[in-house]
């Protein structure tokens, strides 16, 4: 789920809403079935899934649901992105899921307005409608339109894939984590004497510290910062009392500072700035990071609190509105 940066041109056909999709996912999709909703004139949310088995159709159609029925009232455009071979404009794939979406969104009071199918989402694709075989056209240039202009001056980034944006994650190499790892068991076995109040706001000025210095800090973290940080956001205080930056002046600072310590730091550690950095990207509607990062943190820490509060709200639809308030 994503909740895009604003449309700034009307779309005058769905070659246009194709174009627009890898800016309001943050990557171009394969093997993907995307349904973006509309109230009024804006997007209010955008929703991902790969495509589902035949057989498993139902069962993933309903798994949207939740999120889907918080947007009754809505209108919904589908796009089917690459799927099994195809033989347009005579026989589209997968118009299984089209009919089984088509039932959901009457279920919960949205009109499907529009669904097509294309290959791929980029420049001169075609595309080819499920209700009209004979309406069709081709994609234009998606790093031409008005929304990339404007996602990118917002900040936003849009990967050649979800795999890229991934990659963006990747842990460090095992040595430099194994290191890091033995200098932390360390520092926490030096602190124990340390007061937990005290240690609490050491803790969180330290983190301000780094915070404030993100934005125009232009070398990586040394070891001693990583792991100084790691162990300070292994306190809960500390860490919770960090959700705050996701909004205001330190903002882009602190989702630069939650980035780095996730690839840096190793695990279990790893889970806090990873949490972190899915509550500020969840927080600027950027889902499928989000959803990424979470990946990292339960995989740091299986079962992990805060990660798995915030992968249940992102999968219900939550808006990031609601989130907003918690800060």
Not at 66 to 77: D, E, F, I, K, Y
């Amino acid at each position: 789920m994503t909740t895009p940066a604003p449309l700034t041109t009307p779309l005058r056909d769905p070659g246009d809403l194709i174009a627009a999709v890898p800016h309001l996912l943050g990557f171009h999709p394969c093997d993907s079935v995307v349904v973006v909703l509309v109230e009024g004139s804006a997007v209010a949310m955008t929703l991902r899934a790969d495509l589902p088995p035949p057989q498993h159709t139902r069962r993933a159609v309903e798994q949207l649901l939740p999120a889907l029925s918080r947007q009754a009232g809505a209108t919904a455009v589908v796009v089917v992105v690459g799927g099994p071979r195809p033989d347009p404009p005579e026989r589209l794939p997968r118009e299984d899921l089209i009919t089984h979406l088509d039932a959901a969104f009457d279920a919960v009071g949205i009109r499907l307005a529009c669904a097509v199918w294309t290959q791929a989402a980029e420049k001169g694709t075609p595309w080819f409608d499920y209700w009209d075989l004979g309406s069709a056209g081709t994609t234009p240039d998606p790093r031409g339109t008005a929304l990339a202009a404007a996602s990118a001056a917002m900040g936003f980034v849009t990967y050649p894939s979800r795999d890229a944006m991934v990659q963006v994650l990747a842990p460090a190499p095992e040595q430099v984590l194994a290191r890091r790892s033995e200098a932390l068991d360390r520092l926490v076995a030096e602190s124990q004497a340390v007061p937990p109040r005290d240690a609490a706001r050491h803790g969180r000025a330290l983190v301000h510290q780094a915070v404030t210095a993100a934005a125009d800090r232009t070398t990586p973290l040394a070891d001693e910062e990583v792991v100084l940080l790691a162990h300070a956001l292994s306190d809960p205080w500390v860490r919770d009392a960090s959700l705050s930056y996701a909004v205001g002046e330190h903002a882009i600072g602190a989702e630069r500072l939650w980035t780095e310590l996730t690839r840096a730091c190793p695990p279990p550690e790893r889970a806090e700035p990873a949490t972190l950095l899915a509550f500020s990207a969840y927080l600027r509607g950027e889902g499928a990071l989000a959803a990424a990062a979470l990946e990292r943190a339960q995989q740091a820490h299986p079962g992990h609190r805060l990660a798995t509060l915030l992968r249940t709200a992102l999968e219900s639809g939550v808006p990031p509105e609601r989130i907003r308030e918690l800060c």
